[in-house]
């Protein structure tokens, strides 16, 4: 049970730990960050979508060049060309993908039930090697003190933990969810490498059980409140004539608040508990990310973001960003001083744009 | 940093590292009036190379800078304005200083924010509706009804209420409705019907549904004086079903609203699109486009069947009497052309019609 109380320590900031930490700081500013994306957004338009590789590099560039650690940032350098590559090769499979949707009315009936299950099949192998894909070519294209980092995952662990325990999931009736995602996030960290030295974590699957339990818990307890209220309250609103519809508009943004609450809930604690788990070599890191201040910074960012009719995002983007850096740190104790680089290898961008076409978000 | 403008002379000062390990040392860059740049670490170290032989990253913002030497030796610093001084030295990417250039001064960002606005404008004022017309056009009606049954109930449970004419009365009206349809029956696919409401809070209005339901309210029924103003009326809402404008003003706000939650990444509201549309309906009505083009099918309508068309600018006005005394919009009574401008047009139009004939 030890591995439940450590985050709780990790949660106090600065103060209550022996262990001493060097914080990750962030030294980017909104006001900046917002002529660099109008600029990036003006420019994609004008050269419909093609400086979008570049926009993307350079957002990213702007993000790791001022996240800082022990007084040096970190550098991404992936080629846009490559990524623009990527990005044409993603919009022929869709408008491939879109043409076969298009014309599968016309096919035999034979044709038309086998064409999904088909899609499906190519889908289940081709998400794994996108996600590698991915992983590698971001991985790879970060450095640190001019050591890369590097991804060696390979196709068939990544196809066994994220496809097949998910379907092993259908069948236990989710009761192996919290352990599959459990022994992802443990693989993402031991597979990723800081020049040679691989990430290692001594997580336990025991914590994924306890963020799902509370979470099961108090939401069947705001679901009985609600039901409480509505009972109450009731009687009392009958004179005003409240049709169903009416209080299904108040409920739905209550019960979309409260869902979001939950997840971010189980999303910060496993992110908490697993980066305080992790070692590279003798450093330890730490994360100290608090539920209800990442709902405030996301409701208030959506809110705002609308509001604005979007001018506001870049401005939203740092401030989760920043928030997420803020809270990291890594014990002062051990040195960044003797990580050896590993060897240089080129990955094209391919998969991690088709990936991003397709919206795979693969994170800790 | 010292700089000196005749002979091209500079110092910068930032940290050291090698591609082998991941140590970090303070470190000198020094670049002398020969083009030949030295780089002294604080341990004694010593690398020399022409500053052609530089890779020198383009600048972003104020984020540290990258001089990359030859073996892959990388010298960061934050004096990020010495760089520039060293990379315009070495003729580095006019592209890329041009990219920092825009960045970094207002004028620009306003032309790319320009660009944005313009851009964003010009496609949900031309490109969104005509894809949303062309994808209206291509559904065949019949698969228009499960949404005009959703849209029926939700006025039933929300606004309207059981209409409280004589049997009689309805019937009357009901054939004055197979009237304005029956020419159109042979040519479209819809389902025309009518369905005779209490108007209650709407009070006397009339709603077109996609698949071809019409919606009219005793109190509008109550308003007209004779049998042709209601035939004017239904003729209007029967041209918002054949121009499909009920389908086409909930795709181009879904494409709003898919513009949306693609900028916010707020796909939760998706489900709330089609849900609004009878709200929509009441609360925004017809854009003015939709209302002209309505109009003009109702006149034709009527100057085809010999009606007068001043029926049709009778029960507008006597609408706008109605609704300008008890406020608020309403779907026939659109918001947007407003009803003195339709009357004068319909004036006008049907004087032309006249001597034309």
Redesign the interface.
Known sequence: MSEMQEPVEAEVPGGGNTEEKNPFRFNGSAMEFFRIWIVNVGLSIMTLGIYSAWAKVRTRKYFYGNTVLEGTSFFYDANPVAILKGRIIAFLLITLYSIIMKFLPTFSLPMMMAVPVLLMVVYAVFLPWLVMKSLRFNMRSTSYRNIRFGFDGTWLDIFIYWVVMSAAGLFTFGLILPFSQYLQKKYLIEKTRFGKTSFSTDATAGYFYVCHIIAIVVAFFIMLFLLLITGIFTPLLAGLHLSPQTLILIYYPLFIFLSLIIYLFIKVSIFNYMIGHTTLGEKKFYSSQKTMDVVKIYFSNIFLVLLSAGLLIPWAMIRIYRYRVEHLSVSKSGSLDLFEAGEDEKISALGEEIGDFFEIDISL | MTFSKSTFHCNIEG?I????????KGGTLTVHETGEVILCGEDGSRSVCSSGDLRI?PR?????R?IVFPE???F?TEDNDSVDSLYILTGGGRFSSF?HI???R?R??A???A??VI?VFCTMKFAVPVMAKTVAFAIPPKYLKAISVKVET?LD??FLEKSGLKKSKISRVQNNFRFVTDTVKKSGNFDFRLIVRKGGIVGANAFALPDGAVVITDELIGLSGNEKEIIAVLAHETGHVINRHGLRMLLQDSVVSLL?MF??G?V?SYA?VAAAFPALLINRGYSRDFEREADMYALNFLKMKGIDQVNFSNILSRLQKEHGASGGGNSLLSTHPSTKERIKNFMKYSKEGADNL
């Open positions: 940290n590292y090698d591609s082998v390990v991941s140590g970090k990253e972003l913002g104020n984020t540290p990258r892959n030796i990388v960061e990219i825009m960045e970094s207002w620009y960002f032309a790319a924010l660009v944005i851009s939700s449970s929300g949306v900028v916010t707020d939760l709330s």
